[in-house]
């Protein structure tokens, strides 16, 4: 294969560039990152979802909202100067044709659940004239437009909560790229003593992340596919890439230093850290293979994007990189830094190796310990959706929604969809109309149920939302779920 290539170097070179324009051209062409997924699914949720959209199909997709909590440590929610600062705040968005409608405690219609317990706090309730994505993207505006007030105002709610995971994760990811990309390349530069060489390594993950990214856009017109893929794509693309490259790239130069010809050089550099690359691939790929078996899960779209992402590596690794360094050749040594690395034989590298091959038992056991005392934590591992408590602790989002759950006893902090199937009646016939009311009477009985919404009819199906102000990730939460199941 060293051969081959070093020989047909500038064809792989020109079908490299190739695919890098059809990776450009499929991230300009974008994907459904974040969508629900369409596919059949052996889940009883997903299966009483799609229940929901085949029979009950009158009902449109839900608008999104989010909620403003006004709060004041001087002034009651009853005191007019409070009233006059939260009418103050919406002025801006009652007039905003995006917005639906906003409910307070000062409407019409009493709304005493608006109101905190200590009646310092009061909720508007904005409703978004969009759904999904775009209501997402009109949020930050909609959240601008409310006007300065001596009440202090925090932001919370769906649309709130979901685009503070949006900015926080995007600013975690460009921080990761800022302060990684700079450090590898620096160790590669100290590594490889020449800057030539150190800017393959990084010139070949860049070309890895764009493909992955391609990769997983596209797999999102098939399945879902969770925005957190791209962290995959992004981390463990840069990781691969450099690592491999950086085998290959530093045995070539050996084998330079050592008197070949450039295209028997590449030839054993493929024969040896090629060969070893292309397993290691496969060997990764298989691993994060196995996060397809987390159906339901996003954990499934981040195990493709993470296989794609390291088949791409090793594609490069083994095309891309070697093509390159038969253009270059003995070129791949220029712009040094003028330090000399250690003679065959010798430096602290090798003299590690040496120490540790005489000593295979006593570097082992310790090293085996340490895994054993790093993995014990898995044994009280518990999957779980990430939820608010994911956010940083001074997010407004969040410091919102902690608010909204301690000091306002009917706000819910999840909903549990109950689906009555009856496949050959209608659910508005007397018996089904009986059974479905005693059905929702028993799950407003139980520990943790506010209140049970509904029933909400359609073809042969009727639709009951349990609601509860607790921790969806926590174990009273589940039990609704196993006591409702």
């Given at each position: 294969w060293g051969h081959f290539v070093y020989r047909f170097r500038w064809p792989v070179l020109v079908m490299s560039i190739l695919l890098l324009g059809a990776s450009i051209g499929g991230i300009l062409a974008g994907g459904n990152v974040g969508a629900p997924s369409s596919s059949t699914s052996p889940l009883e949720s997903d299966r009483a979802g799609e229940l929901i959209q085949t029979q009950l199909l009158h009902r449109k997709q839900p608008l999104t909202s989010f909620d403003l909590l006004f709060t004041s440590r001087s002034a009651a929610v009853t005191d007019p100067t409070f009233r006059a600062g939260v009418d103050r705040a919406l002025g801006g968005l009652r007039g905003d044709h995006r917005v639906a409608s906003i409910?307070?405690?000062f409407d019409t219609a009493p709304a005493p659940q608006l109101v905190s317990k200590d009646g310092h706090t009061a909720i508007a309730h904005v409703t978004v004239n969009a759904s999904g994505q775009e209501g997402r993207r009109v949020y930050p505006q909609l959240r601008n437009e409310v006007r300065p007030t001596p009440l202090q105002v925090t932001a919370t709610?769906?649309?709130?909560?979901n685009s503070a995971f949006d900015r926080t994760l995007e600013a975690d990811l460009q921080r990761a790229e800022l302060v990684s990309l700079p450090i590898a390349l620096l160790l590669l530069v100290l590594i490889f003593r020449s800057v030539v060489a150190a800017l393959l390594p990084v010139g070949v993950?860049?070309?890895?992340?764009?493909g992955g990214v391609a990769g997983t856009l596209l797999i999102s017109r098939f399945t879902s596919v969770s925005q957190y893929a791209f962290n995959i794509v992004s981390l463990i693309g840069l990781g691969v890439s450099i690592d491999y490259s950086l085998m290959v790239v530093n045995r070539f130069r050996e084998e330079l230093g050592k008197g070949a010809a450039e295209e028997d050089a590449l030839a054993r550099t493929m024969?040896?850290?090629?060969?070893?690359?292309?397993?290691?691939?496969?060997t990764v790929a298989i691993g994060l293979s196995s996060l397809l078996f987390f159906q339901g899960s996003f954990l499934t779209s981040m195990g493709l994007a993470g296989t794609v992402v390291v088949a791409l590596a090793v594609l490069y690794g083994l095309t891309l990189l070697p093509a390159l360094l038969a253009v270059i050749g003995g070129g791949v040594n220029r712009l040094s830094l003028g330090m000399r690395p250690p003679?065959?034989?010798?430096?602290?590298?090798?003299?590690?190796?040496?120490?540790?091959?005489?000593?295979?038992?006593?570097?082992?056991?310790?090293?085996?310990?340490l895994l054993v005392a790093a993995a014990s934590p898995f044994t009280q591992l518990r999957m779980a959706n990430a939820s608010v408590d994911s956010l940083p602790p001074g997010n407004e989002a969040r410091m919102g929604y902690d608010r909204l759950i301690g000091d306002f006893s009917a706000q819910a902090a999840m909903t549990v969809g109950v689906v009555a199937h009856f496949p050959s009646a209608s659910p508005s016939d007397p018996g089904p109309r009986q059974a479905v009311k005693a059905l929702g009477d028993r799950i407003a009985t139980m520990p943790g149920v506010i209140r049970v919404e509904g029933p909400e009819t359609g073809g042969h199906v009727a639709l009951l939302t349990a609601v509860s102000n607790l921790d969806p990730s926590s174990d009273r939460?589940?039990?609704?779920?196993?006591?409702?199941?």
């Open positions: 409910a307070t405690p709610g769906e649309l709130a909560i993950s860049i070309l890895t992340i764009v024969a040896t850290a090629g060969r070893a690359i292309a397993f290691s691939g496969l003679a065959a034989g010798s430096g602290a590298w090798y003299w590690t190796a040496q120490w540790v091959m005489r000593r295979p038992i006593v570097v082992l056991v310790p090293c085996l310990l939460a589940r039990n609704i779920v196993r006591a409702i199941r």
